[in-house]
């Protein structure tokens, strides 16, 4: 099924899968063992375009669309769900600054992201909430030309190598607002990035910003707004997410069908089994869905229709087969699978991350089953 993929897009596919080959999956062993954050890659990555993607061409952008966007997440991901990550995260900052920022703020922010000259952090998740933005508490104070901020944010990824972040704050009318910080302004400091299970590479950091000055001009959109601003950003967010679970799962499944033709018990190929068959069906069945709902939630995006509720979807159900699918990944390749210098190894651990970050599963759910309400009239 080729999805209805426009040549371009079958190019852009195809050009992804050479390069996910050629310098993703050399390195991605190396990335998760180290932990540490992949400069190398991500300069790769950024010169090829792929931070570029989904812009048009006036802020540097690729103008490939958010299929296009879906599309290389997924196959950079089959090989290293951090080269696909770096950048859905990236792309939270650069979406929050296309749709809410202004013309300048595009031109100068978006467009040094979009080349890959730069890149992103997203700064909403503080010590005590991921979830409630009620519960921020990190503050901004207009002083003169400026906000004042204060406060700590926390699993921040791409900390190491972020030159601007958005980072969400209550401003002096109690309402959140999002602003666009200079990392390197006094008083932004970065703690060492959290060792953790798998996507390692991402490095997310505990961050703490002690009257960080960013000037008035630098406030995203309006005032008060930041929580609409974090949800459209995040939704975005979650289609990547779904690409990247996609891409765990596929690979997961292509290294299980090579597996269990190579090998042998009772002297035949596992892949005769029908307990074999079972998994290998399974895994094929998710991995195909979590593509329909990836692909129809880019197509939507396209449409320049919001994807609050289809991302909120897609993640829910894309996240859940990669898990599903990794784990019936390792059951097809016994303790091989469970041995460190084995990729699959390395998925298991990658596909967890998908149900966590960017809105839990549960806030999924929530978020869905308000849709669903909302729209029959009833109280979300
Ligand atoms: C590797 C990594 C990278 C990350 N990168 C970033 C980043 O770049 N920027 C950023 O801002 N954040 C980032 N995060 C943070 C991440 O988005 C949050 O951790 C996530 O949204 C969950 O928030 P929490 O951990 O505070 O969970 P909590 O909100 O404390 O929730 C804990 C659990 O409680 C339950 N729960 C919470 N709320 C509800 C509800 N309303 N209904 C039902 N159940 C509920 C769920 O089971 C949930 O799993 C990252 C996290 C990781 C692990």
Known sequence: MDFNLSEQERMIQNMARDFAERSVRP???????RCEFPFELAKEIGE???????Y????AGVGAGYTGYALVIEQLSRASMVAGALIGVNGLAEEAIFRYGSEEQKQRFLAPLAKGEHLSSFAFTEPATGSDPR??????????????????????ALSPASKVAVVFARDETERVSAFIVDTSSPGYELR????????RGLSPCVIYLDDVRTPRANLLGEKGRGFEIMLEA???GKLAVSAEALGVGQGALELSLK?????????RPI??????KWLLAEMATRVEASRWLTYMTALVRDGGASILKESAVAKLFTSQAAVDVTRMAMQVHGAYGYMKDMEIERLYRDAKLTEIYEGVSEIQRVIIADHLLRERGLEG
């Open 48 to 54: 090829v375009g792929y931070f570029g993607l989904p």
């Open 56 to 59: 048009p061409k006036e802020y």
């Open 234 to 236: 995040i939704s975005v």
């Open 271 to 276: 892949a005769d089994l029908l307990t074999i």
């Open 135 to 156: 519960a921020i508490e990190t503050r901004a104070k207009a002083e003169g030309d400026d906000y004042v901020i204060t406060g700590q944010k926390q699993f921040i």
């Open 259 to 267: 597996y269990a033709q190579e090998r042998k018990a009772y002297g």
């Open 192 to 199: 060492k990035a959290c060792e953790t299970l798998g996507a």
């Open 27 to 33: 390195v991605a062993m190396e990335i998760d063992r």
